[in-house]
């Protein structure tokens, strides 16, 4: 059982990791774009394989940085917003029979979950979400990113998780009274 959730984990955790690859570095790309920042691509620097990207001044250096970040954590807490609606409202436990009905309707039942696949996937999304937040900590104690991103992202990593354990105590409470 162990190594199922663990493979589990590994294979939900895919997609959000390359969501977040393609928000930072997308990021990065339309800020320079947009702003017209100037900067140059050196080639293989980092483990002798990637191209490293070098701006003429620390200023537009932390302004690449603070857009990028900002459009990592927005993709981080779009994923998240996903998987705790589903879990709060298509989870197969406890959702509402008007809405269950109205999915059959529609032939979208595929939408509804169970609690080992929002489980799995939401546990991927907050970890993601929180070591998004601390990077953006981290990023600010080395003057890097702005100080109000971080008290954002935490706020919103810290509510987000609230939500959440809300619904696990929903759950909790659904399988004690079935016992």
Do not use: C
Not at 106 to 127: D, F, G, M, P
């Amino acid at each position: 059982m162990v190594t199922k959730s663990i493979s589990k984990l590994i294979d939900q955790a895919i997609l959000p990791t390359a969501i977040l690859i393609i928000g930072k570095m997308g990021g990065l790309f339309l800020t320079v774009y947009f702003l017209r920042l100037d900067f140059i691509v050196r080639p293989a620097s980092f483990l002798k394989i990637l191209p490293t990207v070098h701006f003429p001044d620390p200023q537009s250096y932390i302004l690449a940085e603070n857009y990028s970040n900002l459009a990592m954590f927005t993709l981080a807490s779009l994923g998240t917003i996903f998987v705790i609606t589903r879990a709060h409202f298509l989870h197969e436990s406890h959702i509402s029979p008007t809405l269950q009905a109205k999915l059959a309707r529609l032939n979208l039942e595929v939408l509804i979950a169970s609690s080992y696949k929002l489980y799995h996937q939401a546990a991927i999304w907050l970890t993601f979400l929180w070591l998004s937040t601390a990077f953006l900590v981290l990023s600010t104690i080395l003057n890097i990113t702005y100080p109000q991103i971080s008290i954002i992202a935490f706020i919103v990593a810290a509510n987000f998780s609230w939500v959440f354990a809300l619904d696990v105590e929903k759950e909790l409470e659904i399988q004690r009274g079935q016992i």
